[in-house]
């Protein structure tokens, strides 16, 4: 049976369960938040959820720095942890790097982030699981850390439902209603919900959904992989994330010496169908991480292989999501496209995005992560494969 609502958000991963919460605090009217599983059941559950704030552009290292004060507010605004821990972050730099490091930091500072570039000699002595050959600098950001990323996304989802929100669990969403020029709700397998605004934050699955009506949304569904390991009991091991650009990988603990270890920039990227992938490792993925992080962190050798796993990243065409509404368009709102920092900067994205849709008003820099970037020539970065931030 239709439904009317004045908005509905179609996902619950971190970004579409931070928007629903944030408009019943815009006032937004009757808020209906569906996914077709549960909540965080897609690529923001399978996130290694670590948070930092260094990147080459103002706006992400904003955006973070903004999710990082509602991380640390959670427990008091929304009464539950997200399970943030804030550890601090490290980035191992190699003498190439350094330069490209130091312009990210002043990028960094000038939106109030704390941050430093430390010598790599002086700071590795002070980091005994570390190997420090090759390493020229650390990046260094005493607010970063990492956070629960299932028990994050609960916890807007439950403060949303106790605001008075409506939440559908195991609902798929099978196409939008209406056209290209004016979206007027979802259909779903029980028929259709009309609503004065739908906000697409399906994740790997927006493209298809935006299609259903005509809009083009170029999203690429990306495998990506995760193993965990857990350390031996009589060696030292970091207490923060780690993102090491010499072996390109990146670490952060899970507590009880497990790690969650991946690969980072530059690696390949397999496109996959966000509806039949395989969600179980590459035994030679595994092998690769072995060896990458036994290089780089010789306390980590006779580590044991707890499990591993793959998810999907759903990759925009310069590497930032696609957020807010396109000229032209009524009723409808992006919010997909995380390309690998969806997790970070969801709770930021949520926040703006709820204000930009119930009272029409956004930051300047926060505009540019409209759509219409694509056909303005006003894209972040050029193309695929480009620097991630």
């Known amino acids: 049976m239709s439904r009317s609502y004045d908005v509905i958000v179609v996902g619950a991963g971190i970004t579409g369960a931070s928007t629903a919460y944030h408009l019943l605090r815009e006032n937004a009217g009757k808020v209906l938040l569906i996914d077709r599983e549960i909540p965080a059941a897609g690529g923001t559950g399978k996130s290694a959820a670590i948070i930092r704030q260094h990147y080459s552009t103002a706006l992400a290292a904003r955006l973070t720095k903004d999710s990082i004060q ?45 941050t430093e570039l430390l010598d790599g000699a002086e700071a590795a002595a002070d980091l005994p699981w ?65 609503a004065g605004a739908v906000v697409n934050a399906a994740g790997p699955w927006a493209g298809p959904l935006a299609n259903s009506v005509g809009l083009e949304l170029p999203l690429r569904a990306v495998r990506e992989q995760e193993t965990i390991w857990e350390m031996r009991a009589e060696r030292p091991i970091p207490d923060s994330p780690v993102s090491d650009a010499l072996e390109a990988i990146y670490l952060r603990p899970l507590g009880d010496r497990r790690f969650v270890i991946g690969r980072g920039f530059p690696k390949d990227y397999v496109d996959a169908d966000p ?62 496209g995380g390309s690998g920092h969806g997790f970070k900067i969801g709770p930021a994205i949520g926040k703006e995005l709820a204000g930009w849709i119930a009272n029409g008003r956004a930051a300047d820099d926060f505009r540019q992560l409209s759509y219409d970037r694509v056909h303005e020539d006003r894209l972040f970065i050029g193309a695929y494969g480009g620097n991630r931030g």
């Open 275 to 336: 509806y039949n992938f395989k969600h179980s490792p590459d035994e030679e993925f595994v092998s690769d991480i072995l060896e990458r992080m036994e290089i780089r962190f010789p306390t980590f050798q006779g580590a044991k292989r707890i499990d591993a796993f793959a998810a999907l990243y759903d990759v925009t065409v310069d590497w930032y999501p696609f957020v807010g509404p396109r000229t032209g368009v009524g009723g409808y709102f992006d919010a997909s």
């Open 70 to 114: 509602q991380f640390m507010r959670m427990p008091d605004e929304l009464g539950a942890s997200g399970g943030f821990v804030r550890s601090g972050w490290r980035m191992l730099v190699p003498a190439e790097m350094m330069d490209a490091a130091r312009k990210n930091i002043e990028i960094q500072k000038s939106v109030g982030v704390v």
């Open 130 to 194: 570390l190997n420090p050959e090759g390493v020229a600098g650390i990046a260094y950001e005493p607010d970063g850390g990492y956070a629960d990323p299932v028990q994050s996304t609960e916890a807007f989802v439950e403060a949303f439902k106790n605001a008075g929100g409506e939440v559908r669990t195991r609902t798929p969403v099978r196409a939008l209603l209406g056209d290209a020029k004016l979206v007027t709700g979802v259909m779903t397998e029980a028929g259709p919900v009309h």
